[in-house]
């Protein structure tokens, strides 16, 4: 009889394990369908995991392997809640460093290009999405649409919370242009519009210095970057440095990163490879690159905002990183078939780097 028992046990086990690898899962699945969501490495690149599986109150689990994701944001206050951004699908939040995810149901199936978490308020989030942005109050459960620009052809590219007086967001559009809030989004208004001075301009990034926040960065996908130390009321252009270095192409920028330990040092990802300063842009150089700058389109930079010489960078198909400033680079292959897109580092552990991944149609 108990040895029957034991036997009816380990059926329904196998039963159970099976059901619930059928729902990651369908036999139709390649592996380049289901190598997408969010991926998590403890070792700077070592190993990867994925991290995809997503909480569900009727039991049965379910992951986003086939999602794009285009958007990582990590709590400044909690360096375990982790939120991503899909091409299509909406927005996921972790609260355990990726282990578990939550889809905000209430946002819908959109677009989400860029996410911040208030710098005094864990559960205050704002997310881009298109022409609009969206604002949270209770931790992504609900949500308002807090901007809408009339122009539906526009997008809210990057966002950033003041880390001194979260009150105060700033946004970059596809218009050319950074838009401010004061009143935590109930109104906004043009801060700057770089597009007057170069039509067809699109604001990809806007970063703030952490100590000082007087000091913003914005870079543009055809004009290099710009440096306020105003808070935004004037601003210097770096073109002609960038154009010193290498014509062109060191104007489109697809990145920006700020070492946010001393609030000097930054680095620009561009079509001419990485472009540093360590004065905040009183002088610049391009970093050494293996392959050669000419060669490596990069899509996202970061600097671990405690030492600053440990720089972590990925392209379409490679993850590289250097704990020498970039004298030396060490470089893996990417955990799936999918390009590199996104990154963010846990402030508190050097070696913790969260990837997103998106398919890119080849030309």
């Known amino acids: 009889m108990k040895k029957i028992r034991i036997l009816i046990l380990l059926l329904a086990a196998l039963l159970f394990t099976s059901a619930c690898a059928i729902t990651f899962q369908t036999s139709g699945d390649s592996k380049s369908a289901i190598d997408g969501g969010v991926y998590k490495t403890l070792n700077k690149g070592g190993n990867w995991t994925q991290e995809t599986l997503v909480a569900?109150?009727?039991?049965?689990?379910?992951?986003?392997?086939?999602?794009?994701?285009?958007?990582?944001?990590?709590?400044?206050?909690?360096?375990?809640?982790?939120?991503?951004?899909?091409?299509?699908?909406?927005?996921?939040?972790?609260?355990?460093?990726?282990?578990?995810?939550?889809m905000a149901k209430?946002?819908?199936?959109?677009?989400?290009?860029?996410?911040?978490?208030?710098?005094?308020?864990?559960?205050?989030?704002?997310?881009?999405?298109?022409?609009?942005?969206?604002?949270?109050?209770d931790c992504s459960r609900s949500w308002e649409n807090i901007y809408y620009d009339n122009e539906t052809g526009v997008r809210i590219n990057s966002l950033a919370v003041d880390p001194k007086n979260a009150k105060i967001i700033y946004a970059g559009t596809s218009r050319g242009e950074i838009i401010i809030s004061s009143d935590s989004g109930r109104s906004w208004a043009?801060?700057?519009?770089?597009?007057?001075?170069?039509?067809?301009l699109s604001?990809?990034?806007?970063?703030?210095?952490?100590?000082?926040?007087?000091?913003?960065?914005?870079?543009?996908?055809?004009?290099?970057?710009?440096?306020?130390?105003?808070?935004?009321?004037?601003?210097?252009?770096?073109?002609?440095?960038?154009?010193?270095?290498?014509?062109?192409?060191?104007?489109?920028?697809?990145?920006?990163?700020?070492?946010?330990?001393?609030?000097?040092?930054v680095i620009v990802a561009t079509k001419?490879?990485?472009?540093?300063?360590?004065?905040?842009?009183?002088?610049?150089?391009?970093?050494?690159?293996?392959?050669?700058?000419?060669?490596?389109?990069?899509?996202?930079?970061?600097?671990?905002?405690?030492?600053?010489?440990?720089?972590?960078?990925t392209t379409n198909t490679s993850f590289v990183w250097s704990d020498d400033g970039g004298k030396a680079w060490t470089s893996k292959k990417l955990p799936g078939s999918r390009a590199g897109v996104v990154l963010k580092l846990d402030p508190g552990n050097p070696g913790v780097v969260y990837l997103g991944v998106k398919t890119v149609v080849k030309k």
């Open 203 to 265: 604001v990809i990034k806007v970063i703030i210095d952490s100590r000082n926040p007087d000091n913003i960065w914005a870079g543009t996908d055809v004009n290099g970057v710009y440096k306020s130390g105003d808070k935004g009321k004037s601003w210097k252009s770096f073109e002609e440095e960038f154009m010193e270095i290498n014509t062109k192409n060191s104007l489109q920028v697809s990145d920006i990163a700020l070492a946010q330990n001393n609030g000097q040092t």
């Open 56 to 102: 569900n109150i009727t039991g049965e689990p379910y992951t986003f392997h086939k999602d794009n994701i285009i958007s990582l944001a990590l709590d400044p206050q909690d360096n375990k809640a982790v939120y991503a951004g899909t091409d299509s699908q909406g927005m996921l939040y972790s609260y355990d460093g990726g282990d578990s995810w939550t």
């Open 190 to 200: 043009a801060l700057k519009r770089f597009s007057e001075e170069k039509s067809k």
């Open 272 to 313: 001419a490879g990485l472009l540093r300063t360590y004065d905040a842009g009183g002088h610049w150089h391009a970093i050494e690159l293996i392959p050669p700058s000419d060669k490596t389109a990069i899509n996202a930079v970061e600097i671990h905002p405690i030492d600053s010489n440990l720089i972590y960078y």
């Open 106 to 137: 209430e946002l819908g199936k959109r677009s989400i290009k860029d996410i911040a978490v208030s710098s005094d308020d864990k559960c205050t989030i704002y997310i881009a999405s298109d022409n609009k942005i969206f604002k949270s109050e």
